[in-house]
C-alpha cells in the first residue's frame, strides 16, 4: 500500500459526488488516497484550486515537466452546462486538459436552436473546431459470446463518449462568459 501511496502523489485524483456515502469516502481516501472534495462547485474549481485545498502549495506540481500537467476529466453522461463550467474555469488551460465524456460534436448537431449555438456561457460551441475526438469502442469477437455481450451493453451505456483533447490554438478562442445559476 505504500508503493501504490506513493504512485498516487504523483497524479493525484480528485472526486467529488454528491450522493457519496460515507464507506465509499472512506475506501476512495484510505485505500485509494483519492482526495474527496467537498463542496459542490459544479465544475468551475480550476485544478490549481484543488491543489490549495488538499495542502499542495500553489507552485508544487505532481509531474517533473515545468510545464501545466495533464489533466484529465472523467465525466461521461454529465449535463452540458457542467462540461461549459469545466472549460470555463480551464480556458487558459485547455491544451494540457483531456475529457472522456459526452461528444462536443454530438452537442452541436443536436443543438438547433440559435439561443443556444449563441449562448455567451456555452464554451462548448465556442471550442469545437479546436477539439479532437476520439471515439470510444468497445467490440467482442461475436454475438453470444459472454465477452461480446458484455463489451456491447457497455457500448451502449458509453455510446456517446469520446476522448476529447484540445488544440495549442483554443487559447485563441474568445473565453465563454461565466454562467451562474438562475
Same mark, same amino acid.
Given at each position: 500500500?505504500?508503493?501504490?501511496?506513493?504512485?498516487?502523489? =504523483?497524479?493525484? $485524483?480528485?472526486?467529488?459526488?454528491?450522493?457519496?456515502?460515507?464507506?465509499?469516502?472512506?475506501? @476512495?481516501? +484510505? /485505500?485509494?488516497?483519492?482526495? /474527496?472534495?467537498?463542496?459542490?462547485?459544479? &465544475?468551475?474549481?480550476?485544478?490549481?484550486?484543488?491543489?490549495?485545498?488538499?495542502?499542495? =502549495?500553489?507552485?508544487?506540481?505532481?509531474?517533473?515537466?515545468?510545464?501545466?500537467?495533464?489533466? @484529465?476529466?472523467?465525466? #461521461?453522461?454529465? #449535463?452540458?452546462?457542467?462540461?461549459?463550467? /469545466?472549460?470555463?474555469?480551464?480556458?487558459?488551460? @485547455? *491544451?494540457?486538459?483531456?475529457?472522456? &465524456?459526452?461528444?462536443?460534436?454530438?452537442?452541436?448537431?443536436?443543438?438547433?436552436?440559435?439561443? &443556444?449555438?449563441?449562448?455567451? +456561457?456555452? &464554451?462548448?460551441?465556442? $471550442?469545437?473546431?479546436?477539439?479532437?475526438? $476520439?471515439?470510444?469502442?468497445?467490440?467482442?469477437? =461475436?454475438?453470444?459470446?459472454?465477452?461480446?455481450?458484455?463489451?456491447?451493453? @457497455?457500448?451502449? *451505456?458509453?455510446?456517446?463518449?469520446?476522448? $476529447?483533447?484540445?488544440? *495549442?490554438?483554443?487559447?485563441?478562442?474568445?473565453?465563454?462568459?461565466?454562467?451562474? *445559476? #438562475?
Amino acid at each position: 500500500q505504500d508503493i501504490f501511496k506513493r504512485e498516487q502523489d =504523483k497524479v493525484p $485524483i480528485y472526486y467529488y459526488e454528491p450522493c457519496i456515502l460515507p464507506l465509499e469516502r472512506e475506501l @476512495l481516501e +484510505t /485505500v485509494f488516497h483519492v482526495v /474527496v472534495l467537498e463542496n459542490n462547485e459544479f &465544475g468551475k474549481l480550476h485544478l490549481q484550486s484543488m491543489r490549495q485545498q488538499d495542502g499542495e =502549495k500553489a507552485s508544487k506540481t505532481t509531474t517533473v515537466s515545468k510545464s501545466v500537467p495533464k489533466s @484529465l476529466f472523467y465525466m #461521461p453522461h454529465c #449535463p452540458m452546462r457542467l462540461y461549459c463550467n /469545466v472549460l470555463w474555469s480551464h480556458w487558459e488551460t @485547455l *491544451a494540457s486538459t483531456i475529457i472522456y &465524456g459526452n461528444s462536443f460534436h454530438s452537442y452541436d448537431e443536436r443543438t438547433v436552436s440559435a439561443q &443556444g449555438q449563441n449562448d455567451p +456561457t456555452n &464554451g462548448i460551441f465556442r $471550442i469545437i473546431p479546436c477539439t479532437n475526438e $476520439i471515439s470510444f469502442k468497445l467490440r467482442g469477437n =461475436k454475438r453470444g459470446d459472454e465477452l461480446y455481450d458484455a463489451l456491447n451493453h @457497455l457500448e451502449t *451505456a458509453f455510446n456517446d463518449c469520446n476522448i $476529447i483533447s484540445f488544440t *495549442a490554438a483554443s487559447t485563441d478562442c474568445p473565453r465563454p462568459d461565466e454562467y451562474f *445559476a #438562475p
